[in-house]
């Protein structure tokens, strides 16, 4: 498959879309990014790259971390995170507090706010809290192998502004006992993870692990199991877009991860990671012209893991 000629017409189709969907708004740093902006990167399990717009610009990561931590919080904890937290689309919102109540203070799954903030307690409670923020940022980097990866302080500091669903989540879960830390010191760890910045370049590179049976094909490092990278796979495939899972999994079929920063990661198992920024959002959080070129990427592919 010729990846340039295929990056091109998936680039051509979206074009007349581009600038669509409504860039998140509930903080200043992420309101003031170029709605116009869209980027695309794919890189493959031989390390070869390919990209179509502004894949080098950085962007903000927001929820797509939450693979990264799961990752470092299985790694941690292993299977006794799921005594912590279900692994079943939720059909909510990312920040919904409704199951909660009803389900005891265990979040459907890991890839909602909820169930995210259960990954950070577990990182919280074998690094500290400053040593936790440390730690996802340097797992970053080394996923990213060379890539820039940095955490946005500007970012950070307003999400914990803005934060108060998030605050009471954790408080909500702490108070059934499944959040094991302060949950102000979770928060800070979340916030800061959140905050998060890749490229689509970056972003493609750090997350071949997962398209690879876990092991970085490049650098032949074993990040997770090969297992547990299919399961990782599972979650991001029925839980990877919110209340919009079903939709993805349908229209793309991969695997993958999306954050209101309007970026999105896919997983071809076998073949490549592919990484779309575009910062306009369909109503459930997802990049709405992110969405559309990696439908178009799959069709012209004929990649999906079906
Ligand atoms: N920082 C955002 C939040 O917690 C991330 C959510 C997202 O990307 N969906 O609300």
Redesign the pocket.
Known sequence: LDYNEILWEVAQTVEPQRGSGKVAN?IPALAEVDPMNFGMAVVTRAGDRFTTGRADRPFSL??VTKVISLTMALESIGESFWKRSGREPSGDP??SLVQLEHENGIPRNPLI?AGALISTDVLVSRYGRDGAVEAILQFAQELADGEPVRIDPRVAAS?RET?F??AAVANFMRSFGNLHNPPDDVLHV??HQ?ALEMSCQGLARAMLYLANGGVDPITGRRIVSERRARRINAIMLTCGH?DASGDFAFHVGLPGK????GGIVAIAPGQLSVAVWSPGLSPQ?NSLVGTMALEKFASLTGLSVF
């Open positions: 509930y927001q929820s990312f920040n706010n999400e934060g669903r998030n979340y916030f959140c919110y999306s954050g209101v920063g959080g």
